[in-house]
């Protein structure tokens, strides 16, 4: 890696992604590893900073992460946050203590102007706290920079050794200045540059597909979706009509959409590219199934029947393309009941494909293995991918297969279809589509008595579902103005077949998800 880099230590914290993607924010380059990364491994990757993330436990549990103690003799610059400042202080020799007063959520410190952390940053400012130990005695050397009402040591640091911590969250849109904190750590301590930038990865990456490829064909499995889209995108300008780009619509997409993904990719890029329409093949196969599990299986099962047979046809002597992003590749140092903090697990993921044995490709090409969500879609925009494609909200593997419950049939999927795109555009139309983060319908395996005209009905019921978040990790129900919702009941129940009923699903995550299967 060219750039300068940030390295986070994960000790469990569920944050450790967030930490991550507000650093590279800063323009500056930072991966996460597992807390466990042996000592040799960190001194040969030459970060110029280190961030310890929170975590579950407590340091004093012989049984939590911990780290060695010769991390803090390296030279680098070190900000420990939650657990990962109680763990900074506990490993030098200072005390870590249950609080008689935990703190959750908006709390007010007091900090200190003289601290390069809290550079340009208020004397009194609003924090995301979490905890319920705290750092009663610091360690020798060290100073309190920032104290709360109940936290006497919110924040201490020991600047000749570039040693630097935080109780609260910084990470969290709910600390008021978490990013300028973030921004002076790796700038004002660690010296950063600020090297990281989507123009630089475009150019960069391009210039090594065309090494790595050389005259050689590159086969993508192409969803529509950011990642896969994206990826092509790359792949295109790097070496034109050697993709191939093969696109299995299964008949499970909203509506109208395999016919946007055709006609972006067959007049915005370079490539060859093939639609296999198998609409029939897969409600055959899910005909009589209600068990979301098993119908999520049935349709991923088909899905790589269809796209290695569509392989198989084209030939597999050059490489193999996939929209692997950074979140895909890693879920490091979570805590379990067996072993806390155990290390890193590589989680099985829908762009992680496991190929049949009898296909046998020159190698495999991830061009965004590297970025997050939102760096996929910056580099999607430079690329000039339509607007509609790079910020399409997120949307199940299965497709509308987990938005219809029960069983999956071709008049439900077209309701569904139907509903979801009135639902859409009278939210693109209300103005406040960018106040949602995700929005959708769903089809409830329910019928309800309803009366049109002097007529009595027995139809379907439609449930429409938008959120709010900043991570997905938790999201509350958006608070939608009852004049648009009237309108959404109203447009479902006239201009929809078959719905006669609309309700509005106002549950958080958690304790709800939020996709209903």
Same mark, same amino acid.
């Given at each position: 890696?060219?750039?300068?880099?940030?390295?986070?230590?994960?000790?469990? &914290?569920?944050?450790?992604?967030?930490?991550?993607?507000?650093?590279?924010?800063?323009?500056?380059?930072?991966?996460?590893?597992?807390?466990?990364?042996?000592?040799?491994?960190?001194?040969?990757?030459?970060?110029?900073?280190?961030?310890?993330?929170?975590?579950?436990?407590?340091?004093?549990?012989?049984?939590?992460?911990?780290?060695?103690?010769?991390?803090?003799?390296?030279?680098?610059?070190?900000?420990?946050?939650?657990?990962?400042?109680?763990?900074?202080?506990?490993?030098?020799?200072?005390?870590?203590?249950?609080?008689?007063?935990?703190?959750?959520?908006?709390?007010?410190?007091?900090?200190?102007?003289?601290?390069?952390?809290?550079?340009?940053?208020?004397?009194?400012?609003?924090?995301?706290?979490?905890?319920?130990?705290?750092?009663?005695?610091?360690?020798?050397?060290?100073?309190?920079?920032?104290?709360?009402?109940?936290?006497?040591?919110?924040?201490?640091?020991?600047?000749?050794?570039?040693?630097?911590?935080?109780?609260?969250?910084?990470?969290?849109?709910?600390?008021?200045?978490?990013?300028?904190?973030?921004?002076?750590?790796?700038?004002?301590?660690?010296?950063?540059?600020?090297?990281?930038?989507?123009?630089?990865?475009?150019?960069?990456?391009?210039?090594?597909?065309?090494?790595?490829? &050389?005259?050689?064909?590159?086969?993508?499995?192409?969803?529509?979706?950011?990642?896969?889209?994206?990826?092509?995108?790359?792949?295109?300008?790097?070496?034109?009509?050697?993709?191939?780009?093969?696109?299995?619509?299964?008949?499970?997409?909203?509506?109208?959409?395999?016919?946007?993904?055709?006609?972006?990719?067959?007049?915005?890029?370079?490539?060859?590219?093939?639609?296999?329409?198998?609409?029939?093949?897969?409600?055959?196969?899910?005909?009589?199934?209600?068990?979301?599990?098993?119908?999520?299986?049935?349709?991923?099962?088909?899905?790589?029947?269809?796209?290695?047979?569509?392989?198989?046809?084209?030939?597999?002597?050059?490489?193999?393309?996939?929209?692997?992003?950074?979140?895909?590749?890693?879920?490091?140092?979570?805590?379990?009941?067996?072993?806390?903090?155990?290390?890193?697990?590589?989680?099985?993921?829908?762009?992680?494909?496991?190929?049949?044995?009898?296909?046998?490709?020159?190698?495999?090409?991830?061009?965004?293995?590297?970025?997050?969500?939102?760096?996929?879609?910056?580099?999607?925009?430079?690329?000039?991918?339509?607007?509609?494609?790079?910020?399409?909200?997120?949307?199940?593997?299965?497709?509308?297969?987990?938005?219809?419950?029960?069983?999956?049939?071709?008049?439900?999927?077209?309701?569904?279809?139907?509903?979801?795109?009135?639902?859409?555009?009278?939210?693109?139309?209300?103005?406040?589509?960018?106040?949602?983060?995700?929005?959708?319908?769903?089809?409830?395996?329910?019928?309800?008595?309803?009366?049109?005209?002097?007529?009595?009905?027995?139809?379907?019921?439609?449930?429409?579902?938008?959120?709010?978040?900043?991570?997905?990790?938790?999201?509350?129900?958006?608070?939608?103005?009852?004049?648009?919702?009237?309108?959404?009941?109203?447009?479902?129940?006239?201009?929809?077949?078959?719905?006669?009923?609309?309700?509005?699903?106002?549950?958080?995550?958690?304790?709800?998800?939020?996709?209903?299967?």
């Amino acid at each position: 890696m060219a750039n300068q880099l940030c390295i986070v230590l994960d000790f469990g &914290g569920q944050y450790n992604q967030l930490i991550a993607r507000r650093v590279r924010e800063c323009g500056v380059y930072c991966e996460i590893k597992n807390y466990k990364t042996p000592i040799e491994e960190i001194k040969a990757l030459s970060p110029a900073g280190i961030i310890f993330t929170g975590g579950p436990n407590s340091v004093y549990d012989e049984s939590s992460p911990h780290i060695y103690k010769e991390i803090f003799d390296l030279g680098i610059p070190i900000l420990g946050i939650c657990y990962g400042c109680q763990l900074m202080a506990y490993t030098l020799g200072g005390t870590v203590e249950s609080c008689e007063k935990s703190e959750y959520g908006k709390i007010e410190i007091t900090s200190s102007s003289n601290s390069l952390l809290f550079s340009d940053i208020p004397e009194k400012s609003i924090v995301w706290m979490s905890h319920t130990d705290f750092v009663s005695q610091l360690p020798e050397g060290f100073n309190v920079t920032a104290r709360s009402a109940d936290c006497p040591c919110a924040a201490f640091e020991c600047p000749d050794k570039k040693l630097y911590a935080v109780q609260f969250h910084p990470e969290v849109t709910h600390s008021e200045f978490g990013k300028q904190i973030l921004h002076n750590f790796v700038y004002k301590v660690c010296g950063f540059t600020g090297d990281w930038k989507m123009d630089d990865f475009i150019e960069n990456t391009v210039t090594d597909l065309r090494r790595q490829i &050389g005259d050689k064909k590159v086969i993508l499995g192409l969803s529509g979706g950011v990642d896969s889209s994206v990826a092509a995108g790359l792949l295109s300008r790097a070496v034109g009509k050697q993709l191939t780009c093969v696109f299995v619509d299964q008949g499970l997409m909203r509506k109208d959409e395999g016919d946007f993904v055709e006609e972006t990719f067959t007049k915005l890029f370079d490539m060859n590219f093939i639609r296999v329409n198998c609409k029939e093949k897969f409600l055959s196969a899910l005909k009589g199934v209600t068990d979301p599990e098993q119908k999520r299986k049935i349709i991923g099962t088909e899905f790589y029947s269809v796209f290695w047979d569509k392989i198989r046809e084209q030939g597999t002597d050059g490489f193999f393309a996939q929209g692997t992003i950074y979140p895909d590749r890693i879920e490091s140092g979570k805590g379990n009941e067996a072993g806390k903090g155990s290390t890193a697990v590589i989680k099985t993921h829908h762009n992680m494909v496991e190929m049949p044995a009898d296909i046998q490709f020159a190698g495999t090409i991830e061009p965004l293995k590297d970025l997050f969500k939102d760096e996929v879609r910056a580099v999607g925009e430079k690329l000039g991918i339509p607007h509609d494609l790079v910020w399409r909200q997120p949307f199940p593997g299965p497709g509308l297969g987990v938005r219809i419950l029960g069983e999956i049939t071709e008049e439900k999927i077209k309701v569904l279809q139907e509903a979801d795109a009135v639902f859409r555009d009278e939210i693109r139309k209300s103005g406040i589509e960018d106040q949602l983060k995700q929005f959708f319908a769903v089809l409830p395996d329910v019928r309800t008595v309803g009366v049109m005209g002097d007529h009595r009905t027995y139809d379907h019921l439609i449930a429409i579902r938008a959120i709010t978040t900043d991570d997905f990790m938790t999201a509350d129900w958006a608070r939608i103005p009852y004049d648009v919702l009237a309108r959404v009941s109203n447009r479902l129940t006239n201009e929809v077949e078959h719905v006669n009923r609309v309700v509005y699903d106002i549950t958080s995550k958690p304790p709800g998800t939020v996709e209903w299967e």
